[in-house]
């Protein structure tokens, strides 16, 4: 993975009047990855999306994409850049194939070869010449990726890519994008309000909340998928003698009998110990599994249960 950040954030504020609307952002994001941006309604996702590609001035701070500053470097830096902010704009009357012509047009140095390149990446060899207003919004999606993606971007942003799809057209843009970082080595930046998704469809992501940045963590680190103390549900016939038994360990910091058996709250390297204990009481054990804090919950935690959008 290269040194380099992909994007770097230094201190970004940016002031409408006398509203603080995004307040000292600071991180990277790296070669390669899927960054999810989150945040409640009115956090600052999309204002900060709109300064990283100078659709929006910043007030304070520095921007840097691969090393180049968006103030005053602008165009050595957005050429590195391809984005869809809100909705892929396509002229409808025109095929899938003329509107990605029609763009390339404007951006020297973009073949043939390129165009047919994309229209594979995107899988819309079948209906690529087509009129754009036969196409579902799953298909204009998969477009404008493509028409940001003909100048071989080394960052791909998508302000809210799965807005009106089905989940079928958001199972295959997220297969999709995973496709990309993997063949293409390109960065992907999205933000959604769908949280579900966001956490099967990113490396790490960024929590917004009133413009300052909550915290930046690895999915895995913010579902909590490590060996330190997480409740365990142990799916088994209790008897209270067991239940008592599970009490009376040092390493258990707490039980609760559920439905299924009970649930405790244990370091990863103790379990074996608590199933051969609950074996040699003969108590019959059918699983046993760690309950991990989905993102969602793990968003409202963060956010004291703010409405995402």
């Known amino acids: 993975m290269n040194q380099q950040p992909v994007l770097s954030l230094r201190h970004v504020t940016k002031r409408i009047g006398r509203t603080k609307v995004i307040d000292d952002l600071t991180f990277d994001v790296t070669e390669g990855e899927v960054f999810g941006f989150l945040g409640p309604n009115g956090?600052?996702?999309t204002t900060t999306i709109r300064m990283m590609v100078g659709l929006m001035s910043i007030t304070e701070g520095e921007i840097y994409i691969k090393g180049k500053n968006i103030k005053t470097e602008f165009e050595q830096a957005i050429r590195h850049v391809g984005?869809?902010?809100e909705n892929p704009e396509m002229y409808k009357f025109l095929s899938g194939y003329h509107n990605l012509i029609h763009y390339a047009r404007m951006i020297p140095g973009i073949t043939k070869e390129r165009i047919d390149e994309v229209i594979q990446l995107v899988k819309l060899e079948d209906r690529i010449h087509d009129k754009v207003r036969k196409y579902s919004l799953g298909m204009r999606q998969r477009l404008g990726v493509a028409q940001a993606l003909l100048h071989r971007p080394s960052l791909l942003i998508l302000d809210e890519p799965t807005n009106g799809l089905d989940p079928a057209g958001i199972r295959e843009l997220r297969d999709y994008l995973r496709h990309l970082t993997r063949t293409e080595g390109i960065t992907v930046i999205v933000s959604s309000h769908l949280l579900s998704e966001m956490e099967l469809m990113c490396d790490r992501v960024a929590v917004l909340q009133h413009?300052?940045?909550v915290d930046v963590k690895g999915i895995e680190d913010f579902v909590g998928s490590d060996d330190k103390a997480q409740t365990y549900l142990i799916e088994a016939e209790l008897t209270e003698k067991a239940l008592k038994l599970l009490e009376s360990?040092?390493?258990?910091?707490s039980?609760?009998?559920?439905?299924e058996g009970v649930e405790l709250v244990t370091d990863r390297e103790w379990i074996p110990q608590i199933l051969s204990a609950l074996l040699l009481m003969e108590i019959p054990v059918y699983g046993a599994r760690v309950l991990r804090q989905s993102l969602e919950?793990?968003?409202?935690e963060m956010t004291g249960g703010a409405q995402v959008g």
């Open 43 to 45: 956090a600052g996702k």
């Open 297 to 300: 919950d793990r968003f409202l």
């Open 249 to 253: 360990m040092d390493f258990v910091t």
């Open 83 to 85: 984005a869809i902010v």
């Open 211 to 213: 413009g300052k940045l």
């Open 255 to 259: 039980v609760r009998r559920v439905s």
